[in-house]
């Protein structure tokens, strides 16, 4: 009796067809991706920073509260940047208080900035004090915008009462 072996040889991997076929799936889900990641990640950037500027507004009514004193917030859309007196720095001590909201992580720009006494002008900068009570000088908006993506920060300038829009 004669017994014949046969192996079947299985071959584990995949074919060059199979690499390009998944390669050109992954390709268009990426492209298909990339507008809803890139406006999401502005929306982001212009909401982060909105309300980085509230907390700071907020955060300058407390401290003229708690010191009994007064505490100035300047905007600059020049440099887009604000700055409040009488805080340091929080990485450094020695510098004043500053923030940059055209650099990482915000990267976005102050597109406007009005008082509430003159609504219709469009300032180059804008200071707000806050008095020992914690009340504000004025009322003031500050718009900011990246991409097509804007939120407005306001003052109230009776209440002092900060909101973002």
Do not use: W
């Amino acid at each position: 009796m004669h017994l014949s072996c046969t192996h079947e040889v299985k071959r584990s991997g995949v074919t060059l067809a199979e690499i390009t076929i998944s390669v050109l799936i992954l390709g268009v889900l990426a492209a298909a991706a990339a507008p809803i990641y890139s406006k999401s990640l502005l929306n982001y950037r212009v909401e982060a920073a909105a309300q980085r500027i509230a907390q700071d507004l907020s955060q300058a009514q407390r401290v003229a509260r708690q010191n009994n004193s007064t505490r100035t917030i300047t905007f600059a859309r020049g440099d887009n940047s604000y700055t409040i007196s009488g805080i340091s720095s929080l990485d450094r001590v020695s510098a004043p208080y500053k923030v940059l909201i055209n650099q990482a992580p915000y990267r976005v720009g102050i597109s406007s900035l009005v008082t509430a006494a003159q609504p219709a002008t469009q300032l180059t900068s804008v200071a707000i004090a806050f008095d020992r009570f914690g009340m504000p000088d004025q009322g003031i908006s500050v718009s900011i915008s990246t991409g097509t993506f804007q939120r407005r920060v306001d003052v109230a300038p009776t209440s002092g009462k900060v909101s973002v829009q």
